[in-house]
Nanobody, 116 residues
Framework: QLHLVESGGGLVQPGGSLRLSCADSKATSLSFYTVKWYRQSPGEQRELVAGSGSGGSTDYAHFARDRFTISRDPAKKTVYLQMDNLKPEDTANYYC?????????WGQGTQVTVSP
């Protein structure tokens, strides 16, 4: 069983960057999991931001393409979401999700606030 922990959120000005991290608290490798980042703003539905397949494939929501990059560091057992050129509309709680077969896990989220 995974206990996903996200980190790296915070307050940033428009145009700035943040790198979010997702790892298991017990240092379990995520290599065999499909890992995705989602986000949710107050009053909105949770939406997919980016995904990373266990075989190396990646996919992005239209708003994330060209600004966000999802990557893995197997040695650190961590999945990252590099977010550049952030906009106020990117403000949300960002969640890490890991899936393996019928097992799915969520982290508690990390808040990203983009404001002047």
């Amino acid at each position: 069983q995974l206990h996903l922990v996200e980190s790296g959120g915070g307050l940033v000005q428009p145009g700035g960057s943040l790198r979010l991290s997702c790892a298991d608290s017990k240092a379990t490798s995520l290599s065999f999991y499909t890992v995705k980042w989602y986000r949710q703003s107050p009053g909105e539905q949770r939406e997919l931001v980016a995904g990373s397949g266990s075989g190396g494939s990646t996919d992005y929501a239209h708003f994330a393409r060209d600004r966000f990059t999802i990557s893995r560091d197997p040695a650190k057992k961590t999945v990252y979401l590099q977010m550049d050129n952030l906009k106020p509309e990117d403000t949300a709680n960002y969640y890490c999700n890991a899936v393996f077969g019928r097992f799915t896990y969520w982290g508690q989220g990390t808040q990203v606030t983009v404001s002047p």
